[in-house]
């Protein structure tokens, strides 16, 4: 009874996202973006010419990170808008008030909801990254070490944030809660940006700001792990201990712990939206 | 509410006792006892209680912001009471299984706009746990009108149209109660018959109603009672003969002695207004006490140029409970 909920409101959201011009909206941007890192890449050839093949993986696997950024922020955003909206506006509007006198627990349609938007999220990331992969391969001949880990790392940060977006709308306006969501994504990648700068200078005070940030909203912490399986193992070794990270190079792959934590803070803000969700009048 | 999976596991003890229960009467459709509600320093729901019986309709009446709305949601679960208890066809409503067999229009009519309208219904069957077969969907959005409309987007919907939609989405899931939350507020005239039509059919099917509106007319046709609130409180409740059962005589006299007057007086509770009298008849109809008391007035010597008898309207009786508060009548 209740995974029938479940899948039926997950099923709805899908349906929804499909049919409000989100999807139509969200592959045009990724085509986009797609075409324009095609063309640099086929230029990165032209341009420098004469690439040793070794220069070309680093080239393309310090680009390749970059675009990915860049995919992942689209589906940051577009499943932050899409999460708030679909929970807080459908109570504004009154939409909710049919389907919650269904004999239907609250948490299952939360439920419902958020996986409907993993599976769009994550769909979104697979599909728009295996084609950047693609690209990469066709122009620079690179191919990345860890496609998959790295893609279901992404996967899991839209999850993170969209998760976020899903609690926030439970308390603020559709609007404000996806305007938070990103607002709250990008403070992380900047804090861990500061973060990283202090480990370049041995500042440990610094450094924990990335580290703190990284524990408070694991979006960031994700990303980095997904960078880490993009980028070819070489060019690690290139750079050396000469630079630690910065925004676009991870120096290490994430820990099964931090992954283990992602989880949990997954879950835990989760329940936290279901109690919102559950105590709320509408 | 199958009992045949728990019959199997359990022993004859447990039969014996189903077997009892399926004796009783069936519990009422709505059953609720002192609801509360404060929504911060404004209390709109105090104290309220009150029983929809099986296929009975009830009217739900009240000015505005008198908190009918707040005690619809409180029984369907939308709004958390601060106090009292629901039963919904004889299940705590905290159990969400309590609305299977529940129908809902809300006030704030809104269906998902990308998707058709046989498809908001078919979603609605599938959230509601029932098997209903497309047929009978299509039959539904025909009995609101909406035959030729099914694979429409609700997007491109009017107001009057979605409100149909909505009694559909109420009726779809065969409800053994509805809940209708000002149900014409957004149709023509045609539409408000057919609603009256179909409160009408629901009746018949023993399907109990609940229906809140600001149409006296529509209720005082529809309803076996009517249920009033004003601030939060049941100020009056009875079925319609009881609210409304009371007769009164308008006369026009002169030459109205301190006898006559007496006279007048002793047939019911008097009111006057220069020579026009009204007096409060008892409920019970006979036919002796408007001939006796004109018979008598003309012996006392009183000129009686006109006599009317009237029967008060459900509209008159709703103000006068508004402006006198209950108990109390004021004319």
């Known amino acids: 009874m209740i995974l029938r909920a479940v899948l039926t409101v997950a099923a709805l959201t899908l349906q929804e996202a499909a049919r409000r011009r989100v999807l139509r909206s969200l592959a045009v941007l990724t085509v986009l973006l797609l075409a324009l890192s095609a063309w640099g890449f086929s230029r990165l050839d032209a341009e420098f010419g004469g690439l040793t093949s070794g220069e070309a993986r680093v080239a393309g696997s310090t680009v ?16 932050a808008f899409l999460a708030g909206p679909t929970l807080a506006g459908e109570i504004e509007s009154g939409i909710a008030l049919a389907i919650m006198t269904r004999p239907i627990h609250r948490g299952a349609v939360l439920v419902g909801k958020w996986l409907g938007l993993v599976v769009f999220g994550s769909g979104f990331v697979t599909v728009a990254g295996f084609a950047q992969f693609l690209i990469v391969r066709a122009t620079v001949d690179y191919w990345p070490p860890q496609p998959v880990t790295g893609l279901a790392l992404l996967a899991g940060q839209t999850t993170a944030l969209l998760t976020l977006g899903l609690l926030l709308s439970t308390a603020i306006s559709p609007m404000a809660s996806g305007i938070v969501a990103v607002g709250l994504f990008g403070a992380t990648w900047i804090a861990g940006v500061v973060g990283s700068v202090g480990a370049a200078l041995d500042n440990d005070s610094v450094a924990r700001v990335g580290t703190v940030s990284r524990m408070l909203l694991p979006t960031d912490g994700l990303w980095r792990g997904a960078m880490n399986s993009f980028q070819d193992p070489a060019l690690l070794l290139q ?4 630079i630690d990270e910065s925004p676009f190079l991870s120096m290490a792959p994430l820990t099964a712990g931090y992954l283990a934590w992602a989880g949990l803070w997954v879950a835990v803000v989760l329940g936290l939206a279901g109690l919102a969700f559950q105590r709320r009048d509408m | 509410m199958t009992t045949t999976g728990t019959t199997r596991q359990g022993g004859p003890a447990l039969e014996a006792a189903q077997r009892l229960l399926a004796d009783l009467p069936a519990s009422p459709a709505v059953w609720c006892s002192g609801l509360r509600k404060r929504y911060r320093r404004q209390t709109a729901v105090d104290g309220v209680s009150f029983t929809v019986g099986r296929g ?5 009446l009240g000015p505005n912001g008198a908190g009918k709305t707040s005690v619809i949601k409180i029984l369907l679960g939308l709004v958390r009471p601060d106090a009292g208890e629901v039963l919904l066809l004889g299940q705590p409503a ?16 809104r269906y998902q706009p990308w998707l058709s309208a046989a498809e908001v219904l078919a979603l609605h069957v599938r959230l509601a746990g029932a098997a209903v077969p497309a047929r009978e969907r299509r039959e539904c959005l025909a009995l609101v009108g909406l035959a030729d409309r099914a694979g429409d987007r609700v997007g491109g919907f009017s107001k009057g149209m979605q409100q149909r939609l909505g009694l559909a989405v109420a009726l779809v899931a065969r409800p053994e109660l509805v809940v209708l939350d000002e149900p014409t507020s957004a149709l023509d005239p045609i539409g408000r018959a057919d609603v009256r039509d179909l409160l009408l059919s629901l009746k018949d099917r023993r399907v109990a109603v609940l229906l809140n509106s600001h149409l006296i007319g529509e209720v005082e046709r529809v309803c076996d009672r009517v249920i009033i609130l004003d601030r939060g409180r049941v100020v009056e409740s009875g079925t319609l003969p009881e609210l409304l059962g009371r007769r009164e005589l308008r006369l026009r006299l002169d030459g109205v002695t301190a006898q006559a007057e007496a006279r007048l007086s002793a047939a019911g509770e008097l009111t006057r207004s220069g020579s026009s009298f009204t007096v409060k008849l008892p409920a019970e109809q006979d036919t002796t006490t408007v001939p006796d008391l004109v018979a008598d007035l003309v012996g006392l010597g009183v000129r009686i140029h006109a006599v009317e008898p009237a029967r008060i309207s459900l509209e008159e009786r709703l103000l006068d409970i508004l402006r006198t508060g209950p108990g109390e009548e004021r004319r």
Request: glycine share 14%; net charge neutral.
């Open chain 1, 64 to 79: 390749l990170n970059l675009v990915m950024f860049g995919l992942s922020l689209i589906a940051a955003l577009g499943t």
């Open chain 1, 239 to 242: 750079v050396g201990s000469g």
């Open chain 2, 56 to 60: 009975e309709v009830i009217g739900l």
């Open chain 2, 94 to 109: 905290r159990d969400p299984h309590a609305r299977a067999r529940v129908g809902y229009l809300p006030e704030l009519f």
